[in-house]
Each structure stands twice: as C-alpha cells, then as structure tokens.
C-alpha cells in the first residue's frame, strides 16, 4: 500500500470521526480505557521491569483499539474482548511486539541520554564552583537551566521520531500483515508526506490534553479513544487503496 497526501483539513475530520465513533459506544470505550489505566498502574508496581514490559505491549494496545475503531467504522459492536486481541491474535501479536520492542529501545536511549546530560550539568556546576568561576550558584542555575532546555527539546525529538515510526506501521500490520520494518518505513514515509496535516492533528491534540486534564483527567477516558479512531481514520484516508477509495465521514 502506497500512501497518499491528503489536504490539511482532513485532520479536523479525522477527530470528528473519532468524536463518533465514541458516542456510538461510549461506556464500552470507558472500561477500557480504565482497565488500561490499571494496566499502566500495574506496571509501576514492579520498579523498572513493569515499564519495560508496558513499553513493549503499548503498540499491541493501541493497535486493539483501532481495531476496535475498524470495527465501529464497519457497523459492528465493540466489546472489551476487542481491548487485547492485538495480544491474543497470532498474526499480530509478535510483529506488534517487535514494534513494541523499538519503542523500548527509543524510550532506553532517550534515558541513557538524560543520564548524560544530568551528569555533565552537575560535572559542570561542580567544576565552576571549585575553581570559584563567578556565582557558583548561579552557574550551576544556569547550567541546569539550560540542562533541562536541551533535555527537553531532546525529549520531544524522540516523541516525535515514535509517533512518525509507528502512527501508521501498527494499523498496517494489524490490518495488512505488514512485516515490522517496511510497515515502519511506509509510516515515516506517510507521515513525511502528510507532515502539514498531521502537525495540526498534533496541535490540536495538545491543546485537547490540556482541556481533558482538567476535571481530575478524567477527560483522557474519552480523549484516549477519540484520538485513537481519529488516527484510524487518518490511517483510512492516507492509506486509501485507490483515488476513487470511500473517505472517512464525520456525516
């Protein structure tokens, strides 16, 4: 499957699809985003190897919900059933965890990284203040400062470089049985493409986030399965087979 470029627009319809899908089901949607919530709970039970574990089922998780989505899409009920077949279906479930083991390895590299940089500020803060180099305080203010800038900026680059690997590689193995590496490629590939509509997908989002934080964040019990079928439809109109393909409908 080869993707297209889509207009900039189409990211609003894209949450309005993910706005439908979940008034069509919503107490289903709920439950399962609480049973994930337990999920990611579970995993800071056991210090280190509970996230590791989290990192490599995620694509799994979120794939199952967009199967779900396909499912809603389709006219067909969702059920809880739906929130783990990334995990119970053969087909699916070693590539998903392939990707789920990339992931792992972004989020290894990205803490060795913050390692790196918290010990060079406090190498650097350490040094000022022994050989007296102005306020040693405010060096090492300074420092940090600029330590947590750089560490930020760094993090975003890492979050950016998943959302692009796998935003569209997991519907492509979950739905096309597309080996990990080329679904990966074909994702970056698509999203490259398509960089202007998914950036207000992703502007949008954020400001969501903010929103959905509010009430005690229980707004990321609807946010989470509005944004999940918004990507599916966004991976329906980008993948679209042929020009004349049906487009998602927010109608």
Not at 29 to 47: D, E, Q, T
Not at 109 to 138: E, T, Y
Request: overall charge neutral.
């Amino acid at each position: 499957m080869q993707p297209r470029r889509v207009d900039v627009v189409r990211a609003l319809s894209w949450y309005g699809f993910g706005w439908q899908t979940f008034m069509a089901s919503p107490g289903v949607w709920i439950v399962m985003m609480l049973l994930i919530a337990l999920i990611m709970m579970a995993s800071h039970i056991i210090p280190f190897a509970g996230l590791l574990l989290l990192s490599l089922i995620w694509p799994a998780l979120i794939g199952a919900l967009m199967r779900a989505a396909k499912k809603a899409a389709e006219g067909h009920a969702v059920d809880l059933t739906d929130l783990f077949s990334g995990l119970t279906t053969e087909t699916n479930r070693t590539p998903l965890l392939v990707q789920g083991a990339v992931l792992l390895r972004l989020w290894v590299l990205l803490g060795i990284v913050a390692v790196l940089f918290a010990g060079g500020s406090l190498g650097i803060s350490a040094i000022s203040g022994a050989f007296g180099v102005g306020n040693g305080a405010g060096v090492a203010l300074g420092v940090m400062g600029v330590g947590i800038l750089l560490m930020s900026l760094i993090a975003l680059i890492f979050m950016l470089t998943a959302f692009v690997v796998q935003v569209f590689s997991i519907p492509l193995i979950m739905f096309h049985d597309v080996p990990p590496a080329e679904a990966m490629k074909s994702s970056t590939d698509a999203s490259l493409k398509n960089s202007a509509p998914l950036a207000v997908f992703l502007i949008i989002y954020f400001v969501l986030v903010m929103i959905a934080a509010i009430p005690f964040f229980l707004g990321f019990l609807v946010l989470g399965p509005v944004t999940v079928a918004a990507l599916y439809a966004g991976f329906r109109d980008i993948y679209a087979e042929t020009p004349g393909a049906r487009e998602i409908s927010v109608s």
